[in-house]
Structure formats: structure tokens, C-alpha cells
């Protein structure tokens, strides 16, 4: 009898429990049992992947459910142990995206607040993180992403900005050149636009992302309105994450623009806007930033409140001016808004 069929010495001559053994043998022997081995991750039967989430405590919104495919899960399990060891770290937070398929760009602690507050500003922080092009950052992920964030962040650390950068780039060919010159695309990015300014010019910070240098004409605008109030800016203009600063004088509008009704009867705006050109090193335009002064004080909505019920409205083209060839005039831009809008 072969060794591997070798039975107990108190049954080997009963001859049922023999064939028994042989029968097993002949059966289970030659079955592939890596599939059972379920803590060799990368082998394991997919099946048993959520099961492991589950036992190292990354399922749901703490990383499984945000893995884009079976390899970002299978990853982000081998990590969990590390991941867990240094919670609360600014290096889980860069790690535990990565590993879902969001790398970091920008991690910044001591975001400053309006007006500065030494006392708390050093629990503020900000993230920057990008996104493959392939997959769309819809109100829903961005939500559960903010989730992901805050659950690996320590306690005391308060996240003020979850920003999102893809990049993007193409070419457009203008066939009537006999080289095929192209045109380069190149984008960027404001986040908010309009930057809504208080009665009181507060200054506003508006995020920039742009994939090259930019700048402004000027750092100090005129509003236009005949009241001599002006805007200022404060920016760097240098390619990939940046900040532009905005604040205003104070609006007066005569002091008396306490209702709508009266301010239209006298014809004083309710808001006053400015629109505010960017461009590239070179001079060509790259973006346009709108500046907006509310007339009044108004009541403390939130502007979540405000979007949901569409009082603040919002639109969003991109890119805002699009080259065409000469030959099959074909362009595409993405419009984004809070509310219904139409062209006349």
C-alpha cells in the first residue's frame, strides 16, 4: 500500500476501513487547497476578500467599498495591519488613498481661518488628492471620500477642504497647416467661482489648480460702479495647486439697500460683480475668475442650504474657450450648474 494510504495498525486488516481510506485518497488527494489558504492575499478566491475587510476592519467606508477594482482591494487588506498602527497620522491618511487609487498631492496643516485664530488654526488641515481620468468624482464618492478621510485623520484635526485634481490633456490638429501644427490644450481650475465677498470686502480664498504658470494684470481693480471701491488680489501664479486671495472696500451702496424693493426702486444694485481676467505667462487667456459683493447683510445661510434650494446659484463651464480646426468643427464642453440655464 502506498505510504500516503497508510491507516491506523488497529484497522488495517479490516478491510472496509481499507477501502474507505482508499477511496478518500483517491477523491481529496489530488484537490488544490491553496484556495483555503485565505491569508495568502494575493491567491486567495476573491470570494473571501470581503470576509477579510470584515476581520481586519477596513471594510465599508473605511476602504474596501472605495477600492476601484479586485487588486485595490487585495492591496489595501495587506496594509490594513500598518494602516491601523498609524492611525490618526498624517502618513495613513497619504497611504490609506493611495492605496484606493486617490494619491495625495497636498496634505497642509495650520490652514488659517477668517480672521486667524491662533488658538485653533493648528487643528485645520487640507486635502488635495488626485483622480484618474477614467473615474468620475460624482457627489456621492466625494462624500464617502470625505468619510475615508475623516476616519483616518486623528480626533483633534478638523478637515476644512477635500479638493480633487485630474489632469487632463489633448491635442487638436488644424489640418489646413501642412505640418499639423497642434494646439495644446491646457486647463485650469478655481474653486470657489464665482468668490462671493461680503457687504464688508472680507477677503475670500478661492482654490487654484492650474498645469501651468498663470498670472494676473493687475492686483488692485476698480469695481467699475462709479463708487471708486476696489478689489484686491493676492496670488502666485504658479503651475499645480496655488491660492488667489480676494478682498474688497467695503460696500457702501449709499447706505440705504436695506430691501430689495427699495433698491430697485432707486435703482441701486443689490450685488455688485466684477469679472477679472487670467492668462498665461504669454499673455493668451487662460480663465476668468467672476468676483461677486453682496449689497447687504444677509441672513447666515449655509451655502449647502443655499445650493439645495438653488439661492445660490452656480455655474461651472470648462474649458470656458475652446479652439476649433478649420475642417469638421466639433467641440465639446462641460457644463456644471445648480439650477436650469439656457443660450439665446
Known amino acids: 500500500m502506498d505510504d500516503k494510504h497508510v491507516i491506523a495498525s488497529s484497522l488495517a486488516n479490516n478491510e472496509l476501513a481499507k477501502a474507505f481510506s482508499e477511496l478518500v485518497a483517491e477523491r481529496w488527494d489530488n484537490w488544490d487547497l491553496s484556495p483555503f489558504l485565505v491569508y495568502l492575499v494575493d491567491v486567495c478566491a476573491p470570494a473571501a476578500l470581503p470576509y477579510l475587510a470584515e476581520q481586519f476592519d477596513i471594510a465599508g467606508l473605511q476602504g474596501f467599498e472605495l477600492a476601484a477594482n479586485e487588486q485595490q482591494q487585495r492591496e489595501l487588506i495587506k496594509r490594513s495591519i500598518a494602516l491601523h498602527k498609524y492611525i490618526g497620522t498624517p502618513w495613513a491618511i497619504r497611504e490609506a488613498c493611495r492605496t484606493v487609487g486617490f494619491p495625495v498631492i497636498l496634505l497642509e496643516e495650520g490652514v488659517p481661518s477668517t480672521p486667524p485664530n491662533s488658538e485653533t488654526d493648528w487643528a485645520r488641515f487640507r486635502v488635495l488628492i488626485e483622480a484618474d481620468t477614467a473615474r468620475h468624482i460624482t457627489e456621492e464618492e466625494s462624500i464617502k471620500l470625505r468619510l475615508f478621510v475623516e476616519f483616518y485623520k486623528n480626533v483633534r484635526s478638523h478637515l476644512v477642504t477635500l479638493g480633487f485634481y485630474q489632469a487632463f490633456s489633448d491635442k487638436l490638429f488644424r489640418p489646413e497647416t501642412s505640418a499639423l501644427e497642434a494646439l495644446n490644450i491646457f486647463t485650469l481650475v478655481i474653486i470657489p467661482n464665482p468668490i462671493i465677498l461680503s457687504r464688508g470686502g472680507t477677503?475670500?480664498?478661492?482654490?487654484?489648480?492650474?498645469?501651468?504658470?498663470?498670472?494676473?494684470?493687475?492686483?488692485?481693480?476698480?469695481?467699475?460702479?462709479?463708487?471708486?471701491?476696489?478689489?484686491?488680489?493676492?496670488?502666485?501664479?504658479?503651475?499645480?495647486?496655488?491660492?488667489?486671495?480676494?478682498?474688497?472696500?467695503?460696500?457702501?451702496?449709499?447706505?440705504?439697500?436695506?430691501?430689495?424693493?427699495?433698491?430697485?426702486?432707486?435703482?441701486?444694485?443689490?450685488?455688485?460683480?466684477?469679472?477679472?481676467?487670467?492668462?498665461?505667462?504669454?499673455?493668451?487667456?487662460?480663465?476668468?475668475?467672476?468676483?461677486?459683493?453682496?449689497?447687504?447683510?444677509?441672513?447666515?445661510?449655509?451655502?449647502?442650504?443655499?445650493?439645495?434650494?438653488n439661492t445660490y446659484p452656480m455655474l461651472n463651464v470648462s474649458p470656458d474657450e475652446v479652439w476649433l480646426p478649420q475642417v469638421d468643427p466639433n467641440a465639446q464642453m462641460d457644463v456644471t450648474s445648480n439650477t436650469n440655464w439656457l443660450i439665446e
Request: hydrophobic share 35%; proline share 2%.
Open 203 to 309: 477677503m475670500k480664498t478661492a482654490m487654484a489648480v492650474a498645469d501651468m504658470a498663470w498670472t494676473i494684470d493687475q492686483t488692485v481693480y476698480d469695481w467699475g460702479d462709479g463708487s471708486g471701491d476696489k478689489i484686491r488680489l493676492e496670488f502666485t501664479g504658479v503651475a499645480g495647486y496655488s491660492e488667489i486671495k480676494v478682498s474688497s472696500d467695503p460696500y457702501n451702496a449709499r447706505d440705504r439697500a436695506y430691501s430689495t424693493a427699495y433698491s430697485r426702486a432707486y435703482g441701486i444694485p443689490e450685488n455688485r460683480t466684477a469679472t477679472i481676467e487670467i492668462k498665461t505667462t504669454t499673455g493668451q487667456l487662460y480663465g476668468r475668475l467672476t468676483v461677486l459683493q453682496r449689497s447687504k447683510w444677509f441672513n447666515a445661510y449655509s451655502r449647502a442650504y443655499s445650493r439645495a434650494y
